[in-house]
T-cell receptor
Framework: GNSVTQMEGPVTLSEEAFLTINCTYT??????LFWYVQYPGEGLQLLLK?????DKGSNKGFEATYRKETTSFHLEKGSVQVSDSAVYFC???????????FGTGTRLKVLA | DVKVTQSSRYLVKRTGEKVFLECVQD?????MFWYRQDPGLGLRLIYF???????EKGDIPEGYSVSREKKERFSLILESASTNQTSMYLC????????FGDGTRLSIL
């Protein structure tokens, strides 16, 4: 079945460091891919998405490119801030059923 | 902006009780979802609905049921609450990316 695998956390970085959070997926067909962010005590917020191969999603300085050849959707940001500290989830939408399948989440901690 | 509202942020119930979690969305979305979130396990789909009165089991439906009598409202029901159902419950609606409510942290004592 469809699945999403993302790197284990926590990831600890200094402010202004470069961020990469790896995400790979297994899916039949052509799913849409998403990154969500969850701040402490809150629900998940959609951060960015890509709906087809080679699409790049971007928002708030974060970006991710849909790579079909490597089945990956890695999240990157050039310069992280303390306010980016949160849990990040990679997800895909099942093309046939419209279900959303999530990875286990990666906690990011940014130190001042 | 899409707004998904869950009726309670925190809830404490006793084992054996019947528990109702309510979720309302304001964007006329056809698809609605209930997930539970547990440390180390990410989000697991309990049930989803793609239309009024239509529902499908997700990955962990045991011990739960759902109701969707109106398009904007999707209820999760714990038929007889047990301690292993203590968790964070998240409702979402779609399409175009799941839009989440703030979650209900449910404790079963």
């Amino acid at each position: 079945g469809n699945s999403v695998t993302q790197m284990e956390g926590p990831v600890t970085l200094s402010e202004e460091a470069f961020l990469t959070i790896n995400c790979t997926y297994t899916a039949t067909g052509y799913p849409s891919l998403f990154w969500y962010v969850q701040y402490p005590g809150e629900g998940l917020q959609l951060l960015l998405k890509a709906t087809k191969a080679d699409d790049k999603g971007s928002n708030k300085g974060f970006e991710a490119t849909y790579r079909k050849e490597t089945t990956s959707f890695h999240l990157e940001k050039g310069s992280v801030q303390v306010s980016d500290s949160a849990v990040y989830f990679c997800a895909l939408s099942d093309q046939g059923t419209y279900k959303y399948i999530f990875g286990t989440g990666t906690r990011l901690k940014v130190l001042a | 902006d899409v707004k998904v509202t869950q009726s309670s942020r925190y809830l404490v119930k006793r084992t054996g009780e019947k528990v109702f979690l309510e979720c309302v969305q304001d964007m006329d979305h056809e698809n609605m979802f209930w997930y539970r979130q547990d440390p180390g396990l990410g989000l697991r789909l309990i049930y989803f609905s793609y239309d009024v009165k239509m529902k499908e089991k997700g990955d962990i439906p045991e011990g739960y049921s759902v109701s969707r009598e109106k398009k904007e409202r999707f209820s999760l029901i714990l038929e007889s609450a047990s301690t292993n159902q203590t968790s964070m419950y998240l409702c979402a609606s779609g399409p175009g990316g799941a839009h989440f409510g703030d979650g209900t942290r449910l404790s079963i004592l």
